[in-house]
């Protein structure tokens, strides 16, 4: 039996946010999650979040995640008051726990599962990680003979200088026979430079204690400060870009563009400097992002371009290009061979597939065939001032430069709109509308004024 508990109710004081510290993101995902998800392979019998400081926050954040419990920690007085929350409600329980804390975001979920391998098979009463850093600043140290068994954690600022000479840290992850930790917990003193009940101090307490020293140490970072979250961040953004290079992507600039984590590539994607995909972004074959683009749960098709453009919740069609300088705003549908130009925004429409939509148009509420050719300035009037409409172009339809189309308002199949209209009226098929004040021509009119 396995319960997997995350200490999570720290204010994060030296962040200085509003924020509660293990609601920072890192790579579009917080650090709880990631936290969580390290844990992900070893499908526990019971996984609880120590929450506290905003724990409402947190645990509304965390609500999508089904199967969490969430204990209490209030006040919180240390790492080892906030492992007592849990005397009741495991009361019961018989197996290992596993203590993560919730500010070490990168760890592997291999290095966790080779963590829990290593506790069972030496029967130790806990085991931890730990990782030999060249600048431990901050960490706990710990003590150990060359045969792994540990005798104690102390913390930084508790540590002699000598003591403080061993690069040996503690990354915050353990592997408890529950049981013992239990026998102990309630003997935890105050009696430390901070004045809290020390997790690290149970080590010292159990009989057998053993350590796994992790060969790759950017795995342990914890973060309590905005320069590690920065840190993290960069070592993130490598192995995310370092990821899709092996699976085929070419990253022009790799350090100006940033990834997350649940974004996927197609082959032989180019991604051009200052170019950012943020959320859940799908990227057919050979597209070509960037330079300076923004792509938020994006979806394309094959062949796509985009090029200085910004594209969030909204699906691109094989061999469209996008941009430069257009807007693709929540439910863009376009579809395949389309062109979407310069200053162009397209909101909540769906664009069929070889439609142009060129030069400094917005598109908003609306339903394009197939081969528009949408004029350079044409504005949907999709709002008047109360409610949304919604504006229908039948296939192979042209609107003249600068048309203002006011929806509620149907255009039949093959129909041309003149330049500069205002149509307030439907179309049908293969008309052309006129809507714009006739030019009239006075002669010699500068002649004659006095
Ligand atoms: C802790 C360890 C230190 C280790 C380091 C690794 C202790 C005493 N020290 O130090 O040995 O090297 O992590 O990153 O454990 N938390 C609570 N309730 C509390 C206090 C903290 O839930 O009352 C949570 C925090 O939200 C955080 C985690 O515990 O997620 C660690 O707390 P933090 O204050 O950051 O500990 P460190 O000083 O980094
Ligand atoms: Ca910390």
């Known amino acids: 039996m396995l319960a997997v508990a ?55 954040q965390l609500s999508l995640i089904g199967g969490l419990e969430f204990v209490l920690q209030d006040p919180q007085n240390g790492t080892g008051h906030a492992v007592q929350q849990l005397l009741t409600p495991l009361q019961d329980f018989e197996g290992e726990l596993l203590v993560l804390n919730g500010d070490v975001p990168l760890l592997r ?127 993130l953004q490598q192995r995310l870009k370092e990821h899709w290079m092996d699976e085929g992507v070419t990253f022009i600039d790799p350090d100006s563009c940033s990834l997350s984590e649940t974004c996927q590539f197609g082959r032989d994607v180019v991604i051009e400097a200052q170019t950012h995909l943020r959320g859940t972004c799908r990227i057919g074959d050979n597209c070509r992002l960037g330079p300076g683009s923004l792509l938020e749960n994006a979806v394309l098709g094959d062949g796509v371009t985009v090029l200085h453009s910004v594209i969030n919740m909204a699906e691109v069609g094989s061999n469209t290009t996008v941009g430069p300088f257009a807007h693709l705003r929540p439910a863009a549908a376009i579809g395949d061979d389309c062109k979407i130009g310069n200053f162009v925004e397209v909101k909540k429409s769906t664009i069929a597939s070889g439609s142009k939509v060129n030069h400094l148009s917005y598109i908003g509420d609306a339903e394009l065939g197939t081969n528009v050719n949408v004029g350079a300035g044409t504005i949907t009037a999709n709002y008047d001032g109360v409610n949304k409409h919604r504006t229908v172009i039948g296939d192979d339809s042209k609107t003249g430069a600068n048309s203002v189309l006011v929806a509620p308002i149907t255009l039949g199949k093959s129909v041309t709109v003149a330049a500069g209209s205002t149509l307030t009226k439907n179309v049908a098929d293969g008309a052309l509308a006129i809507g714009r004040a006739k030019q009239m021509i006075k002669e010699n009119w500068s002649a004659a004024k006095p």
């Open 109 to 235: 979920a291999e290095t966790i599962d080779q963590l829990v391998a290593t506790h069972r098979d030496s029967g130790a009463d806990v085991t931890l990680l730990t990782a030999r850093l060249k600048d431990p600043t901050g960490y706990g140290r710990v003590f150990a003979t060359a045969d792994g068994l540990v005798s104690a954690i102390v913390e930084h600022r508790d540590c002699s200088e000598q003591q403080r000479c061993n690069n040996l840290t503690n990354a915050g992850i353990y592997c408890f026979n529950w049981c013992k930790l239990a026998a102990v917990l309630p003997t935890l003193s105050t009696d430390n430079d901070q004045g809290e009940l020390y997790l690290t101090d149970t080590v010292g307490m159990l009989d057998r204690a053993m350590h796994l020293e992790v060969l790759d140490s950017d795995e342990v970072n914890g973060i309590n400060n905005r320069r590690q979250l920065a840190q993290c961040e960069a070592l």
């Open 6 to 60: 995350v200490l999570a109710a720290g204010k994060g004081t030296r962040m200085k946010s509003a924020l509660p510290k293990v609601l920072q993101p890192l790579a579009g995902a917080t650090l709880v999650e990631r936290v969580l998800a390290s844990a992900g392979n070893l499908l526990p019998e019971r996984r609880i979040l120590i929450v506290g400081h905003q724990a409402g926050r947190v645990e509304q």
